[in-house]
């Protein structure tokens, strides 16, 4: 199982929010490729990037810092935040990116989720954001009306072969990540299952490997010192939790 650590970006510095709320920004690097190299040495091999402007403008905004990451040896960028068209998914893989995340396109964008998927086979990746069940989007602050389990089938038969998906709610807060809801949506629809939001100690990585997902992402949990990734790294990297 991965364990893949998460820089969310705003004005080209690592961010972390609460729930999703914007407002709650808090500054943890103004120097994200450092930062990122810090995680390589640790034992990450693949890093989840958000780009939160662009999640709200509706477009990549901190391609310069995104491209600067994609230079860090040895690891693997997948990139989420404001990919709406075929060109901008064009346009951020150029630059180095392995595979992007839809997460707004997923829901509303279908048609875009599978011409990316043809044109760029095996790097496109679904982000699936929910509270209390529905998936959220633009930067979570706009409702769906659909359930996770539903959207996640769509994008796998568009042809998207891993869904990453987030309890808006547990987000930033500590609560615990959603395992069990992650390992339901693997189980029900066929498709590889990364669980994200929530995340508190190494016990959550424990319930994702039990779970038997593909793998859990980890943001804040980190940069607040609650537990150090190369110890959740060697976690993830035994046999599964019986």
């Known amino acids: 199982m991965q364990v893949i650590p998460a820089i969310d970006l705003m004005g080209g510095e690592v961010v972390r929010l609460e729930k999703g709320d914007f407002a709650t920004r808090k500054v943890y690097s103004r120097h994200p490729a450092e930062q990122a190299a810090e995680f390589r040495a640790a034992g990450a091999r693949v890093l989840h990037v958000v780009d939160l402007d662009g999640a709200r ?3 990549p905004v901190n391609l310069d810092t995104v491209r600067q990451l994609c230079q860090v040896e040895g690891l693997e960028v997948e990139l989420g935040g404001g990919l709406r068209t075929l ?3 064009e346009r951020v893989l150029a630059l180095g990116v392995a595979a ?3 997460g707004t396109a997923a829901v509303e964008r279908l048609d ?3 011409q990316a998927c043809q044109r760029f086979p095996g790097r496109v990746r679904c982000g699936i954001d929910a509270r209390n069940g529905e998936v959220k989007v633009a930067g979570w602050l706009e409702g769906s009306g659909l359930k996770a389990a539903e959207v996640a089938r769509r994008v796998r038969e568009a042809g998207v072969t891993l ?3 987030t309890d808006v709610a547990r987000d930033g807060m500590f609560s615990g990540v959603d395992a069990a809801g992650a ?3 693997q189980a029900e629809v066929g498709v590889p299952v990364v669980a994200s939001g929530g995340v508190a100690g190494l016990d959550d990585v424990r319930a994702c490997l039990a779970a038997g997902l ?3 992402i980890v943001g804040k949990a980190l940069y607040e010192g609650r ?6 790294v060697a976690l993830a990297s035994g046999p599964p939790v019986s």
């Open 214 to 216: 593909a793998g859990v």
């Open 87 to 89: 060109s901008d998914i």
């Open 57 to 59: 403008a509706g477009w």
């Open 227 to 232: 537990f150090k990734l190369a110890d959740a």
């Open 163 to 165: 869904v990453e998906y």
């Open 100 to 102: 992007v995340v839809l």
């Open 112 to 114: 875009l989720v599978r």
């Open 183 to 185: 390992a339901a949506i």
